[in-house]
């Protein structure tokens, strides 16, 4: 088993060499250096996510896309993660106490034993949706709460993947990978500069764009049309931007016979990923 880790200056020289040297093959291949990628909004290879919580966890050791730098974890949560040999990982793994782990956390966090310090996923283009049949998209949701309960019916109805925009929606973080269980790992999360224009782009790749307004002009069952469907949901309050509703091919509304005719979008989400996933098995 590993040792207690101690820091090590040796150690993170060498995992720094190896980014520097990831960055100038990236660069020597036509790629960008760490500073361009910043301002096109891309994923910090250094930043550190801490994600916590036995789903979070697990699923971030079974992506071979998710690289992890470092493990906490206590003797139980080992075996709840059904890890016999941690010395056959190959990063760091720390087996300590619950209450070392919490002083890693914010005090709200419920980590079950478990944390890594994990890399950010490397961002996935649009065009990668070519084979997908269903996709959704949030218009500035910003509560990670919100889109990670999203992202677990989002991959329970076997959506493409979620699309959100650069700004004013949540990065990857240990709130959004948490709320998500497991799925953050299991769907692409598409950012993009402009949601106009990736919803233009998935109108060329032939998707029927929808977008949800409690005062659409029709039922999201009479806008359900074609092979390839695009659900575009925005924030509570504001809803839909009005670039975003002009963008859009139809706007629909969900029809509710009870008082109350608005729903969290966490919900509203769901109930439209099932109907469209209908529409589309039949």
């Known amino acids: 088993m590993k040792k207690a880790a101690t820091p090590s200056h040796t150690a993170k020289d060498s995992h720094y060499a190896k980014l520097r040297r990831a960055h100038r093959d990236a660069r020597a291949a036509g790629g960008t250096d760490p500073a361009a990628r910043r301002r096109k909004g891309a994923p910090d290879p250094d930043r550190q996510l801490l994600f916590y919580g036995l789903h979070t966890v697990r699923a971030a050791l079974d992506n071979p896309h998710r690289t992890i730098r470092k493990m906490w974890v206590t003797k139980n949560a080992l075996n709840r993660l059904q890890i ?22 914010p005090q709200d966090a419920v980590h079950q034993g478990a944390l890594i310090d994990a890399a950010p996923l490397p961002l996935r283009p649009i065009d990668m949706l070519k084979d997908s049949d269903l996709v959704l998209m949030l218009d500035q949701v910003t509560d990670p709460h919100n889109v990670g ?11 493409g993947a979620v699309i959100t925009t650069l700004r004013n929606s949540p990065p990857e973080s240990g709130v959004l990978a948490k709320s998500a269980s497991g799925a953050l790992e299991l769907i692409p999360y598409i950012q993009v500069t402009n949601l106009a224009d990736a919803i233009e782009t998935l109108n060329r790749l032939g ?24 659900l575009v949901l925005g924030a509570e309050g504001k809803g839909l931007r009005q670039k975003t509703r002009a963008s859009v091919k139809a706007l629909a509304r969900l029809d509710m016979p009870g008082r109350i005719k608005s729903l969290n979008v966490s919900n509203a989400s769901a109930i439209s990923l099932y109907a469209a996933r209908n529409f589309l098995a039949g």
Do not use: H
């Open 84 to 105: 016999a040999d941690p010395d056959a990982l190959p990063f760091d793994v720390e087996v300590t106490a619950p209450q070392a782990i919490d002083r890693l956390l």
């Open 149 to 159: 309960a999203i992202m677990r019916s989002a991959v329970a109805f076997r959506a």
């Open 207 to 230: 998707f029927v764009t929808i977008g949800l307004d409690s005062d659409g002009p029709q039922r999201l069952e009479e806008t359900l049309t074609g092979a390839r469907i695009a």
